[in-house]
């Protein structure tokens, strides 16, 4: 029986970074993503890039004010625009508003088909339809042939133990939505301001479960945190990682398997004629 063409050995095979970044206001999301200048934010916020221009960046962005310009914005991106535009960043800054985009768009629909619907006050079904569209979304852009950043805002819960613990600002059904949307991702760092003796700020990025955060790497390159690190930089670590993986592979796949004596004896001892295979025509 032929194996299925679907299965292959496990490996990296140039899929891009899917990064998360999650933190309170002025932890400096943007001015992070923006430490690389080949960058498109599609920013909720008119004012959010701000912080980044002022730091010197050179990336570009798109104002979004709607759910349906981040649409625009993707299919934009998938017919060519990553090419045209030379990126090698799209960052949503921020999906924690771009799900309240989400929210306004279900609003209008369900006002269009009926007047007395308060705008103020979203059903039950919207709730259920703005976070199908959320998950949708993130899965659209995480399909794009370029790297794909993603900010949000930072909320407090408690688990099962009382314990305090950090997630994405990502509403519904109890935490589970932001949970699967930093499941589709291969990076979730968590942001944390920390002053030093000298009284100097510091941006750390955990990267792994510490305390009440919750980061995650699956290159297994970042460590548990890094101190005000740039994306260049986050790159940087993370395509070193990957090269030496390949080269320890390599070396691994090129050294002959070791057979001992015992066994093959066995098979030159014990070896069973082949049976011929027979069809019975008519069956």
């Known amino acids: 029986m032929a ?33 690389e200048d080949k960058v498109l934010f ?14 010197g960046s050179q990336a570009q962005e798109w104002e979004c004010n709607s759910y349906d310009d981040v649409l625009k914005a993707y299919t934009y991106l998938r017919d060519g625009g990553i090419e045209e535009l030379g990126i090698t960043w799209v960052v949503i800054d921020n999906i924690s508003e771009v799900q309240e985009m989400a929210k306004q768009t279900n609003i209008k629909l369900e006002r269009a088909r009926n007047s ?35 900010t949000a805002w930072m909320q407090r819960h408690e688990d099962e133990n009382g314990r305090e613990y950090f997630a994405p600002g990502i509403h519904g059904q109890s935490g589970q939505i932001a949970q699967m949307v930093a499941g589709y991702m291969n990076v979730v760092g968590y942001g944390q301001v ?14 792994a479960q510490n305390g009440p955060y919750r ?3 699956r290159y297994n390159a970042l460590g548990a945190a890094r101190r005000d690190l740039t994306l260049p930089k986050m790159q940087q670590i993370i395509d070193k990682a990957i090269a030496e993986r390949k080269t320890a592979r390599a070396g691994a796949s090129k050294t002959p398997a070791r057979t001992s004596a015992s066994a093959t004896k066995a098979r ?7 049976r011929r295979r027979t069809t019975q025509k008519g069956a």
């Not at 979203?122 to 794909?148: E, G, H, I, T």
């Not at 920390?194 to 990267?207: K, M, Q, S, T």
Request: net charge negative.
């Open 3 to 35: 194996v299925p063409k679907q299965i292959k050995p496990l490996g990296y095979d140039g899929k891009y970074i899917h990064f998360l970044l999650v933190a309170g206001p002025g932890f400096g999301k943007t001015v992070m993503f923006g430490t």
């Open 42 to 55: 599609l920013t909720t916020d008119p004012e959010g890039t701000v912080s980044a221009w002022m730091m």
């Open 116 to 150: 007395n619907v308060d705008e103020f006050v979203p059903s039950l079904a919207n709730y259920q339809r703005q976070q199908n569209m959320l998950l949708a979304l993130v899965k659209q852009f995480n399909d794009l042939p370029v790297n794909v950043g993603y």
């Open 194 to 207: 920390e002053e030093d003796d000298n009284g100097v700020e510091h941006r750390i990025i955990h990267f």
């Open 215 to 217: 980061g995650k790497d």
């Open 268 to 274: 030159t001892t014990t070896a069973t004629p082949r």
